[in-house]
Every structure is written in structure tokens, then in C-alpha cells.
């Protein structure tokens, strides 16, 4: 009995010191979840002083102010994309620059147009992927297999300009190939700069001197005719000859065909067939799309032609030189001639436009003395920039009208066919190289 009693009042004590303990622990929780609200309470007020104070910028921007977080992005992914241009904007191909190209074009197409009129490197600007030169699907590279065993390749330095490439490049090639119908006309650019430019843009893929060489030898071609559509024989010329060199024993024939202007001569004086043919031929073309009767009648209403070149520090410079002896042994006398880099001196800008000056003509009409008509014409001849030969021959203020026309010799039909009788004398006369 005195035990039980004594367990029972054990029991008891325990019970009351549970029960202590539990009131104990729910007021210290009650006591902690007061303070976390009055705290809350406290945060709740600064967080809605913020809040307003943010409101308040928002209505009331500093004037000026930008979001610089979204410039950064912006900018960040133009660079992205300027350093994707750069690494393509060489002239070796390797084992890459397919997969450059694709990389390149499609983070281009991911930027917004804003972000595109931010991209800017070395080399790279918007009108890279952006300026619309035609339409590119009317070309054709002319890279296709069967070739059998008679080819003649067609090598040109190349442009980016897709409709100058339609008119100029493709209207010579066209001209060979209607000329030999027993030959397989193929294409070659000794530019890769080019013709990465334009994989990467338009996804058409254009041989380099190697791919078409190689394209050849896999072929079986036996024999090969080479048909540069270069100018002169200047420095594209040679690197083409190098190249050749590499395969020359892969052919039972090789022969290489004149360039336009055929050969050079030793100086300004010597002139010859070909440069007689391109000078009228030129100059026709262009007094045609001036809306003269003749190079008379232009000559009447106070214009005169200026013919642009690209120039060169090459021997072959010369060539330029024996082109203005062509012009003024034609009676041409309101014909100058220039060019893009001033080599040579004399047909620098400010050299032309000291001699159409002082010859006393007031209407200037400038036209490219090139095959194709891609940057050098619309930019270098004919762009908006200061230093274009049309701004200059503006800004000096010497004449009441400056033209351009933006066309290459290319597309005039008595330079194709000077072509095809350079083609034609090759094979059937021109010694094997």
C-alpha cells in the first residue's frame, strides 16, 4: 500500500514536470514567433519603402540613363558573332572552315537586329552577312563530278557580290562552255576569302585552285585547259601558274590560256590586239549606258570616262598605263584611266581628277576596268564614303555632275568572246606548260 502510494505520487510529479516543461517550450515559441512577425512587420515596411522608392525610378528615369545590363548582352553577342567573321576572313582553307562557316552564319541569324548593327571586328561588319548583293541561287559553281576527260577551268579571283558573280563570272563561263560543247567547263577562285564569304552567307560551296585541281585528277581528266579570267598577268596570275606547277604531271596536257589583256610588254608604249578589243569594247558599253549617241557626242556635251582599275605594286602595273596609250591612239580623248590602289602614280585619284580638270570637262561618268563589279565598284568607285572616287571627285568641286556605272567587263558579250578566242588559241596553238 505504501508503495503503491509512493508510485502514484512519482507518476504525479512527473506529469506536472512535463507539463511545466511543454508550457515552457510553447511560450519561448510563442515569445520567437512574435518577434520573427513584429520583424516581419518591421521588413514588410522597408521592403515596401524600397519597392516604392524603385516605383519612383522607374516613372522618373535619370535622364540619359540606358539599361546597361541589356548593352552588355547586346554587345557580347555581336562580338561573338565579329570574331566568328574574322576567323573565316582568311585565305587558307583547313580541315575547319566548314564547320566555321555554319557556326558563323548561324549565330548571326540568332542576334536581333539591333544586336546585328553592333557587330564590328577586324574585318567584320554588318553588310558582312546583311547587304543584299542578288540573288545568289541564279549562280552556278560549277563543281560537279563527270567531268571526263576534256575540261576547261575557269579561274577567277571571285567575288561576294552575288549578281556581279551571275553577270560577270558566270556570263564568261557560259560563253566557254556554249564555245566547247565537247569540254566540261569548271570553275576555280583563287580568293578564299571569297569563298568562304559566300558558303558561309548563301551556302553555296565554290572550289579554290586545289579542290578543282583535285576535282579534276579524281576525274580522270586527261587533258586541261586553264582560262584565266584575271586582267593581266599580275599577281593572281602567278599564284595560279604556282599552283598548276604542283599538278602539272597528274595531266597528259596542261595549257594555260591568256588573261584578257594579254601579254604585258615592256612599256607604257606597247599596246596590242587585245587591249585594242577591251578598249572599244569598253568604252561602247559605256557611252551606250550614258545615253550618247558616241564618245564624240560625249565628248560635245563636256563628259568624260574614267575607267577604274584596281592597281598593283606588280611589274604588271604597267598594263594600265598601256591602256591610256590605247585610248588616245583610238582618238579617244575624253577616256582617263585609274585606279583603286594609284599604282601606277599617274592614275592615282587626284591624278585624274587633276587631267579630266585641266582638260576642261565638267560631267564625269566612272566605270570599273575590272572583269566583275563587286566591292572595289560599289565601294571603292562608287560608295558614299569619303574616300570613294565618286566622294572625291565631288568634294573637289571641279564638276557639275559625277556618274557612276556599276558594271563589270564581264557581262559586256566582246569580252566573252575574247575570252573564247583566247581559249580556242590554247588548245589548238598554245605550247603545253
Not at 546597361?68 to 574574322?86: C, F, G, N, P, R
Not at 605594286?313 to 604597267?318: E, F, L, M, P
Not at 557612276?404 to 606548260?433: C, F, P, R, W
Request: aromatic share 6%; proline share 2%.
Amino acid at each position: 500500500m505504501k508503495k503503491k502510494f509512493l508510485t502514484v505520487l512519482l507518476a504525479g510529479a512527473m506529469t506536472c514536470t512535463l507539463a511545466l516543461t511543454g508550457c515552457s517550450k510553447e511560450a519561448s515559441e510563442t515569445a520567437e514567433n512574435t518577434n520573427q512577425t513584429e520583424s516581419g512587420s518591421q521588413a514588410s515596411e522597408e521592403e515596401k519603402e524600397n519597392t516604392d522608392q524603385t516605383e519612383e525610378n522607374k516613372e522618373e528615369p535619370e535622364e540619359g540613363g540606358t539599361d546597361v545590363s541589356q548593352e552588355d548582352t547586346d554587345q557580347a553577342a555581336a562580338d561573338e558573332v565579329a570574331a566568328l567573321i574574322d576567323a573565316i576572313y582568311v585565305q587558307d582553307r583547313t580541315e575547319n572552315t566548314d564547320k566555321q562557316c555554319a557556326q558563323a552564319k548561324a549565330a548571326w541569324d540568332a542576334l536581333t537586329d539591333a544586336q546585328k548593327e553592333l557587330v564590328e571586328g577586324e574585318n567584320a561588319d554588318p553588310d558582312y552577312f546583311g547587304r543584299d548583293t542578288g540573288d545568289a541561287s541564279k549562280d552556278d559553281p560549277r563543281n560537279q563530278d563527270e567531268i571526263g576527260e576534256n575540261e576547261i577551268l575557269a579561274v577567277s579571283f571571285g567575288t561576294s557580290f552575288n549578281s556581279s558573280r551571275v553577270d560577270d563570272i558566270k556570263s564568261i563561263e557560259d560563253a566557254l562552255q556554249e564555245a566547247n560543247p565537247d569540254w566540261s567547263v569548271r570553275r576555280a577562285f583563287t580568293a578564299q576569302i571569297i569563298i568562304n564569304h559566300v558558303q558561309a552567307r548563301d551556302g553555296e560551296s565554290i572550289d579554290n585552285m586545289d579542290q578543282a585541281l583535285e576535282r579534276a585528277v579524281a576525274n580522270g581528266v586527261k587533258n586541261l585547259v586553264i582560262q584565266p579570267t584575271h586582267l593581266m598577268h599580275g599577281t593572281e596570275y602567278d599564284e595560279l601558274m604556282e599552283s598548276v606547277e604542283a599538278y602539272r604531271e597528274k595531266f597528259e596536257t596542261v595549257k594555260v590560256a591568256e588573261p584578257l589583256l594579254g601579254e604585258v610588254g615592256e612599256d607604257a608604249s606597247v599596246i596590242n590586239e587585245d587591249k585594242e578589243t577591251v578598249a572599244k569594247a569598253l568604252t561602247e558599253a559605256a557611252v551606250q549606258d550614258g545615253g550618247y549617241e558616241s564618245l564624240d557626242a560625249a565628248k560635245e556635251g563636256g563628259a568624260a570616262f574614267v575607267f577604274l582599275g584596281h592597281g598593283t605594286s606588280h611589274t604588271a602595273k604597267v598594263s594600265y598605263s598601256q591602256m591610256q596609250s590605247q585610248m588616245e591612239a583610238l582618238g579617244y580623248e575624253n577616256v582617263f584611266i585609274g585606279t583603286v590602289e594609284g599604282e601606277p602614280e599617274e592614275t592615282s585619284c587626284q591624278a585624274v581628277i587633276d587631267a579630266v580638270t585641266q582638260a576642261g570637262y565638267k560631267k564625269v561618268i566612272l566605270r570599273p576596268l575590272m572583269v566583275v563589279a563587286g566591292d572595289h565598284a560599289n565601294n571603292d568607285m562608287a560608295g558614299e564614303e569619303d574616300d570613294s572616287w565618286s566622294s572625291m571627285f565631288e568634294a573637289s568641286g571641279n564638276f557639275d555632275s559625277v556618274d557612276a556605272q556599276i558594271t563589270g567587263l564581264g557581262s559586256i558579250e566582246a569580252i566573252q568572246k575574247l575570252y573564247v578566242a583566247h581559249t580556242e588559241d590554247a588548245m589548238n596553238n598554245g605550247a603545253e606548260n
